[in-house]
């Protein structure tokens, strides 16, 4: 084998992915955080030359129907990966700095740019006070939660009827003992935490509600000694704007590039 040749693997070494994310945490804190909890519903492909892994593919294989991917490696090598990509469609996320090769190769539909913001857990957080109208929600809120999700018609809300509060951290804001807005973590590690599925009803926005419970989410990271970052569309110049006020600076750009499918409207 020439030293040069790249070889893909359907696996991902443990100790040089736990490096990655004390060195990169919010990045890759997916990987890792689906590794552990959710090995059944997961995929993993490397990329090698020799023993030297130069990037991977981690392949969420559960909800939503189609497989979505995301892509680490940057260098010219690193194309080898297209060779791992599953049978379309799905979608795949990758840095932005790889687009040019890939998309053209994929034929992909539909390209949406994403931004990768964090708050790392060694950041000043401004001196806010905490707004009583948010708390972690009960098992005795789910009632409650699941009829928000209902109403909602942003596809972001559309996992919270299967969620147990109980079991998956959940952050709501209520106004007049009602549960207008909703926030969780879907990965909660030591070294990282990652925001998702922020979620305000829409007849409760434009008062601040978003921003509260992200800086709930932020200020409970942060107390964990963790850094806190979250995803968000290139083209929802709104909540960027509230993330941006609750401090939070990009870390890295990234596109979504659907095969076959599409992300969906409310999605990060």
Do not use: C, H, K
């Given at each position: 084998m020439a030293p040069s040749e790249v070889t893909l693997h359907p696996t991902i070494d443990r100790?040089?992915?736990?490096?990655?994310?004390?060195?990169?945490?919010s990045l890759h804190a997916f990987s890792l955080?689906?590794?552990?909890?959710?090995?059944?519903?997961?995929?993993?492909?490397?990329?090698?030359?020799?023993?030297?892994?130069?990037?991977?593919?981690?392949l969420w294989l559960g909800d939503p129907k189609h497989p979505i991917v995301q892509w680490f490696g940057e260098t010219p090598d690193a194309r080898a990966l297209?060779?791992?990509?599953?049978?379309?469609?799905?979608?795949?996320?990758v840095p932005?700095?790889?687009?040019?090769?890939?998309?053209p190769h994929l034929g992909a539909?539909?390209?949406?740019?994403?931004?990768?913001?964090?708050?790392?857990?060694?950041?000043?957080?401004?001196?806010?006070?905490?707004?009583?109208?948010?708390?972690?929600?009960?098992?005795?809120?789910?009632?409650?939660?699941?009829?928000?999700?209902?109403?909602?018609?942003d596809f972001v809300a559309s996992a919270?009827?299967?969620?147990?509060?109980?079991?998956?951290?959940?952050?709501?804001?209520?106004?007049?003992?009602?549960?207008?807005?909703?926030?969780?973590?879907?990965?909660?590690?030591?070294?990282?935490w990652m925001i998702t599925g922020v979620y305000v009803h829409p007849g409760s926005r434009s008062r601040g509600y978003g921003l509260a419970i992200t800086r709930a989410l932020l200020g409970e990271g942060h107390r964990a000694g963790a850094t806190v970052a979250l995803y968000v569309r290139?083209?929802?110049?709104a909540p960027r704007a509230v993330y941006a006020k609750a401090g939070f600076r990009e870390r890295a750009r990234r596109v979504w590039l659907g095969v076959g499918t599409i992300l969906e409207a409310g999605t990060a």
């Open positions: 100790s040089w992915l736990e490096q990655l994310v004390e060195r990169d945490p955080w689906d590794l552990d909890r959710f090995p059944t519903q997961v995929r993993f492909v490397s990329a090698r030359i020799g023993e030297e892994t130069i990037g991977y593919l981690l297209l060779d791992g990509l599953p049978a379309p469609p799905f979608g795949v996320v932005e700095r790889v687009q040019d090769f890939v998309q539909g539909e390209v949406v740019p994403l931004r990768l913001m964090e708050v790392p857990r060694e950041a000043t957080l401004p001196d806010v006070p905490a707004d009583p109208a948010v708390r972690r929600l009960t098992g005795a809120d789910r009632p409650q939660l699941t009829e928000l999700a209902r109403e909602a018609t919270y009827p299967s969620v147990d509060p109980d079991q998956q951290p959940v952050w709501g804001y209520f106004e007049n003992g009602r549960l207008r807005g909703v926030a969780r973590t879907s990965v909660q590690m030591s070294r990282v290139e083209d929802r110049p």
